[in-house]
């Protein structure tokens, strides 16, 4: 049974695939170089740049190493990099044990 994806899961891999492919023209790639590049398919790429959230996440990655962004990924995503990780961290997380 396919699984229904809700509105904001698919708006947010439609921006994400617009970026990509945004990003894969800024760099000067054609579809077939990134994806020789990421050892995927044309067919993928395309995918990803429209939008396709069932894209394997190892290819998401594997796409961003290739246009640099990486590092501003994982940025993104760290938890401590937001107010609200931050406090989160300070008051969910155990402390360490200092030696």
Known sequence: MKRLLNTRTRL????????????RKLRGLTIQQMADKVGVSRATIAAVEKGDPTVSFQTII??????????????????????????????????????
């Open 12 to 23: 947010a891999a439609q921006h994400v695939g617009e970026n990509l492919r945004t990003w």
């Open 62 to 99: 594997g796409i961003c190493n290739v246009i640099s962004v990486t590092d501003r990924l994982i940025e993104a995503l760290d938890p401590y990099e937001t107010d609200f990780g931050r406090a989160r961290a300070d008051q969910e997380l155990p402390k360490r044990i200092r030696g």
